[in-house]
């Protein structure tokens, strides 16, 4: 796939349907034509420092940047609505091959969108119920486990001790001259929190499931509407060109990466089994998540899996090979297979990735860092292809030549 212009004078499939043939842009007039000539001719005036400063460019930045803080701003407070979006725009460029697939059967599109809506729901659902019994085992052995790693990790405890010590007197430096005891108001419990947490997470399941239907069903729409208002064929047919490769491309990398993550899923849970863990389903479900977290997603799952073979194992080497077999399939996923898929071209900035955890991390929480990478992804995407963009879009890569 080649990086930049797009030649516009293509043949496109949707084209008839746009009302592009049998339609020529307007002719410019000869006398017109005549003076842009000599308009372009001309040589440029020297521009001074105050000029430049009051030039439209460095208005169309400015202007930029108080956009991105109002549209930053507005999805923070709005964030019961945002997620469900993006992750329901996410999730209709993954399962468009399959809607594709459907539509060379001439499946009706209705018809295909429940049958993919309804398959992800299954496997969902069994996922969640395959977890939650194994997850909730392991909470409410957390108190006892945690005595037992403080008995296994009994050389730590006096530098653990010592930092305990150190921060309580900063404590209490900051704080200050004891202050009169006041009266607490407690807090919900913890039933009401779990129960608000799962009301929140079932409403937005159920607004992003409804959001993807439509965008399986009528995602073109939008795309038509807008190409048909523009005026010039030329402009169309570019417009058009740049949306199906961005469409296309980032549908390629989200179905990739999650077909990665889910191979590293499936082997860490392969490896789980055989050195004896527990559960291995719930091991393999996090560390199919946590890969969606570059580098500290892998060392989550390196401290936790070390952690769970000390639970597991009555010896410190026994409990360091699920960790030590995990960090081996993130290292061979990281450096052979991700490379062989991706390409170059799909390689971030891993500052930016860095900075985009925890920028998104601080706007959303976890979900925002599930969908940090792919939402920088997206943007190194379209700006490779849009040519105001195409530095930019450099800058998000890793600097290697695409």
């Known amino acids: 796939m080649q990086w930049g212009s797009v030649p516009v004078n293509a043949r496109y499939p949707r ?4 009302g592009l043939r049998g339609k020529g842009s307007a002719e410019v007039p000869q006398t017109e034509a005549v003076a842009l000539d000599q308009a372009i001719a001309r040589p440029a005036p020297q521009s001074t420092s105050a000029e430049l400063l009051s030039s439209p460019s460095v208005s169309t930045i400015l202007l930029f940047g108080i956009f991105a803080l109002l549209l930053f701003y507005t999805l923070y407070f709005t964030s019961q609505i945002a997620l469900p979006a ?3 725009f996410l999730l209709s460029l993954v399962l468009q091959p399959a809607m594709r697939a459907f539509s060379v059967l001439r499946v009706p599109k209705v018809v295909a969108a429940l049958l993919i809506i309804g398959v992800f729901l299954c496997v969902l659902l069994a996922l969640g119920l395959m977890v939650s019994g194994p997850a909730a085992d392991w909470l409410a052995k957390a108190p006892d486990s945690l005595t037992r790693l403080e008995t296994k990790l009994l050389f730590l405890r006096r530098p653990i001790a010592e930092i305990q010590y150190a921060s309580q007197e900063l404590e209490k430096l900051a704080r200050g001259p004891t202050a009169p005891s006041t009266a607490v108001v407690e807090g919900p419990g913890l039933s009401g929190m779990l129960f608000s947490g799962t009301r929140d997470m079932l409403t937005g399941l159920g607004t992003m499931v409804l959001l993807l239907f439509f965008l399986l069903v009528s995602g073109d729409l939008l795309l038509m509407r807008f190409v048909e208002v523009l005026p010039r064929l030329k402009d169309r047919k570019r417009v058009l060109a740049i949306s199906q490769e961005i469409e296309s491309s980032l549908s390629a990398y989200l179905g990739t990466i999650s077909l990665m993550n889910a191979g590293v899923g499936i082997a860490t849970g392969l490896v789980a089994y055989a050195s004896g863990l527990s559960d291995p389903v719930l091991w393999g479900t996090l560390a199919f998540l946590l890969n969606f977290i570059p580098i500290l997603g892998p060392f989550s799952g390196i401290v936790i899996l070390f ?3 000390l639970l597991s194992f009555d010896t ?8 030590g077999l995990y960090l081996a399939i993130h290292l061979l996923e990281g450096e052979m297979v991700t490379p062989m898929l991706l390409a170059r071209r799909f390689v971030l900035n891993p500052v930016l990735v860095i900075a985009s955890l925890v920028f998104w991390y601080w706007m959303w929480g976890v979900a925002g860092a599930l969908l940090a990478v ?4 997206a943007a190194k995407i379209i700006c490779d292809r849009i040519a105001p963009l195409m530095a930019l879009g450099h800058f998000l890569g890793n600097g290697a030549k695409t």
């Open 316 to 323: 410190i080497w026994q409990a360091v090979i699920p960790a």
């Open 307 to 309: 952690l769970v073979g």
């Open 374 to 377: 792919p939402l920088l992804a």
């Open 15 to 18: 084209s008839e349907c746009l």
């Open 86 to 88: 993006i992750f329901a």
